[in-house]
């Protein structure tokens, strides 16, 4: 199936398939109880979500949005699971592809750890080249979601943003 940009895949607390990212981006925002979302996670190509739900269902942890035009792959729970209790060395699989998003969130968490608020940005504006380009990182996230990826304020990514872009003019 095709969904676009700012449509709505699934919904926190829901329950339902899996799903395989074939190509594009999804973000993955929690809802809070007074309706404030936080972004908790970027799904690239060839991630199969939700990550939690790979070995046993349980409800869908956050809300997944298109930040552009995404090819999804529906895989129903009941005949994934039913595979998996018949084929248990897609289990290998399965922990290879966990294995694989782990290490991007390592990487996540090295962009975060850095102290120059400068270089964190720089940092993930290189990531999301590999999975963006030729778009921009300001052309899938507003400066509040870099923010709160980033652990930064709005305010600060508005200014580096401003700042890079006073240097590429001079």
């Not at 248990?88 to 290490?103: F, G, M, N, T, Y």
């Amino acid at each position: 199936m095709i969904i676009h940009k700012g449509e709505t895949l699934f919904r926190q607390g829901e329950s339902g398939p899996l799903y395989h990212l074939k190509s594009g981006l999804l973000k993955i925002v929690r809802v809070h109880q007074d309706g404030s979302q936080i972004l908790v996670n970027i799904i690239v190509p060839d991630e199969i979500i939700p990550h939690h739900s790979l070995i046993s269902p349980n409800p869908y942890y956050g809300t997944a949005i298109a930040l552009v035009t995404c090819e999804v792959d529906c895989l129903p729970a009941e005949m994934w699971y039913e595979e998996l209790a018949h084929n248990p060395a897609q289990c290998r699989d399965i922990a290879l592809k966990l294995q694989d998003k782990l290490r991007m969130m390592q990487q996540r968490i090295d962009q975060l750890t850095e102290v120059a608020p400068a270089e964190k940005l720089r940092k993930l504006q290189t990531w999301f080249q590999a999975y963006i380009s030729p778009y921009s990182l300001t052309d899938v996230l507003t400066q509040d979601e870099i923010g709160q990826f980033l652990g930064l304020r709005r305010e600060t990514i508005n200014r580096l943003l401003r700042s890079q872009s006073e240097g590429e003019t001079k």
